[in-house]
């Protein structure tokens, strides 16, 4: 039986070991769509990981209860914000008229404008779903970059890469690179919304606060006196806040409920069937937004924005209060 001579002197390929040496760790690209974390990674000390932060015992990191915040803190906006859509577009609705309507706001308003129903049923929400969110993304990225080696070469070279470009050229292959997590639509509706939602707050309650010491008098025909005077703007800024607030809103409670269908999911193999079920889960959640979207604006903006400016007293009330911003 003949034996080759090269066998019994085998040498591990060099070319193999540079190959794995060089090969550039990557991120999973819809880790950020699931609340559970990563497996832990191993530990050096007597003491668990989540220890130090005072949630040892529980085998959860601070991951899982950010993301309980963030979900559990919507809801009692979601709250709040069915008590506007009544308020601001269902009442101007059914009365098609603003006087009559103001009625039904100022009911609406021992329940939630109080000074501890608005702090804890609005604000708090807020800055609690806004934080955590924004924790959350932090944290898994740096969960990316202990995981993936944030001191080996490859990330020295990720970091050079987005320094050097903050828009890397389509043809670099940058996605198998990425340590912050992927963003959806759900998370950018998020911030535009926090922004937009900023502002008509800013507009509505803090800024007759500060010009004339007292909100009372402020409510739908104070609206409709800003889109008389000026009114593309104010289309434009309402516009914008309902589409993305109630698409942000629906989308993120289909989330929250496991009916919207994961990100990307068009480009996700799956087999027929499980593809039309996603493709009629998005058309569903879709459909919702669509219809939510126009309830609202054919109340708000086809009611309350053509009621046309207020009258008297009130009128010179807010002209002084748009004229402090320039409106």
């Not at 593809?275 to 309350?304: D, E, F, M, N």
């Amino acid at each position: 039986m003949a034996y080759d001579s090269r066998s019994l002197h085998a040498r591990a390929s060099q070319e193999t070991l540079i190959s794995l040496l060089h090969l550039d760790p990557s991120p999973i690209e819809n880790s950020s769509t699931y609340d559970k974390e990563l497996p832990p990674l191993p530990h050096d000390g007597t003491l668990p990981p989540t220890s130090a932060l005072g949630l040892s015992g529980s085998g959860r990191g601070p991951i899982y209860y950010l993301s309980r915040i963030q979900r559990y803190s919507s809801y009692s906006f979601c709250l709040f914000a069915g008590l506007h859509l009544a308020n601001t577009s269902i009442f101007p609705l059914i009365c098609q008229s603003v006087p009559e309507s103001e009625q039904f706001l100022l009911m609406a308003r021992e329940l939630y404008q109080t000074r501890l129903a608005e702090p804890l049923l609005v604000a708090l929400p807020v800055v609690a779903h806004v934080t955590s969110g924004v924790a959350v993304r932090l944290l898994r990225r740096r969960q990316n970059l202990k995981r993936y080696g944030s001191e080996t070469p490859s990330m020295w070279a990720l970091h050079r890469a987005s320094l050097a470009s903050a828009f890397p050229p389509p043809s670099r292959n940058s996605s198998n690179l990425r340590i912050w997590p992927p963003l959806n639509y759900i998370s950018i509706s998020g911030y535009v919304f926090a922004g937009l939602l900023a502002s008509h707050v800013g507009l509505n309650r803090i800024l007759p606060l500060v010009v004339d010491g007292d909100s009372s008098n402020v409510g739908l025909q104070y609206v409709s006196h800003g889109f008389a005077r000026n009114p593309v703007p104010s289309w434009i800024g309402f516009s914008l806040l309902l589409s993305v607030g109630v698409g942000h809103m629906v989308w993120g409670c289909a989330k929250w409920l496991n009916v919207a269908p994961p990100a990307n999911w068009k480009k996700i193999t799956v087999e027929k069937k499980q593809r039309k079920r996603r493709r009629r889960a998005w058309w569903g959640v879709q459909g919702v937004t669509v219809a939510i979207v126009c309830l609202w604006a054919s109340g708000s903006l086809g009611v309350v924005a053509r009621a046309g400016p207020a009258e008297g007293w009130l009128a010179t009330v807010y002209d002084n209060i748009y004229n402090a911003v320039g409106h």
